[in-house]
């Protein structure tokens, strides 16, 4: 069964760092695409990022480009999204998602991110 | 990078059938086979219901069925049952290995 855990969300003052796990099991996880996808409260999902299966290809929506940065660990089975100079607009359930061919096939279930003084 | 256009709200009775549709343009949903549709209850992970256009994964009912004409996609789910009551996005791949998702649909079964 596919499983992807994220962890590491939380209260965050503007201008502040967060980094973003995704442990995943039950598939080989070198071998496929990741995603990063955001919700803000009460609103619709947001594609913010991609990689590639072995980490040498990334991909940023506009709206974060040059303050986040997605990374993975073959090794340990876990995917990264490290956040700098957050900013109130980036508060959000972020949800780790396996890719295949084009497509997000399997969600986890999220972790919130809330960026407030 | 601008949102895939989805009606915010459909609904329908039990037994009816309901259609939901996804626009884009001549650079995603018209360039690409690649559209997939999402299914959301509230509190939960989102979850794929069709890929590649008009393909089901295994374990989705045969209720649910997609199709595309040029820039537009859409979800068709016929026999409208309570638990169809969510909330359904469309994505599609827009090239340079990225996604778009719609604004979003609430669905009511009334």
């Known amino acids: ?12 003052q503007p201008g502040g760092s967060l980094r973003l796990s995704c442990a995943a099991s ?5 071998s496929y695409w990741m995603h990063w996808v955001r919700q803000a409260p009460g609103k ?16 940023y929506a506009d709206s974060v480009k040059g303050r986040f940065t997605i990374s993975r660990d073959n090794a340990k089975n876990t995917l990264y999204l ?4 957050l900013r109130a607009e980036d508060t959000a359930v972020y949800y780790c998602a396996r890719g295949q061919s084009n497509r997000i096939d399997y969600w986890g279930q999220g972790t919130l991110v809330t960026v407030s003084s | 990078q601008s949102a895939l256009t989805q009606p915010a ?8 059938s309901i259609t939901i549709s996804c626009t884009g343009t ?21 979850k794929l ?12 009912s045969n209720r649910f069925s997609g ?26 791949y827009t090239g340079s290995s990225t996604l778009v998702f719609g604004g979003g649909t609430k669905l009511t079964v009334l």
């Open chain 1, 1 to 12: 069964e596919v499983q992807l855990v994220e962890s590491g969300g939380g209260l965050v």
């Open chain 1, 26 to 30: 039950g598939f080989t996880f070198s």
């Open chain 1, 44 to 59: 619709g999902l947001v594609w913010v990022s991609r990689i590639n299966s072995d980490g040498s290809s990334t991909s």
């Open chain 1, 82 to 85: 490290q956040m700098n100079s």
């Open chain 2, 9 to 16: 709200s459909v609904s329908g009775s039990p037994g009816q």
């Open chain 2, 26 to 46: 001549s650079s995603d949903v018209g360039a690409y086979n690649y559209v997939s549709w999402y299914q959301q209850h509230p509190g939960k992970a989102p």
């Open chain 2, 49 to 60: 219901m069709i890929y590649d256009v008009s393909k089901r994964p295994s374990g989705v």
């Open chain 2, 67 to 92: 199709s595309k004409s040029g820039n537009t996609a859409s979800l068709t789910i016929s026999g409208l049952q309570a638990e169809d009551e969510a909330d359904y996005y469309c994505s599609s």
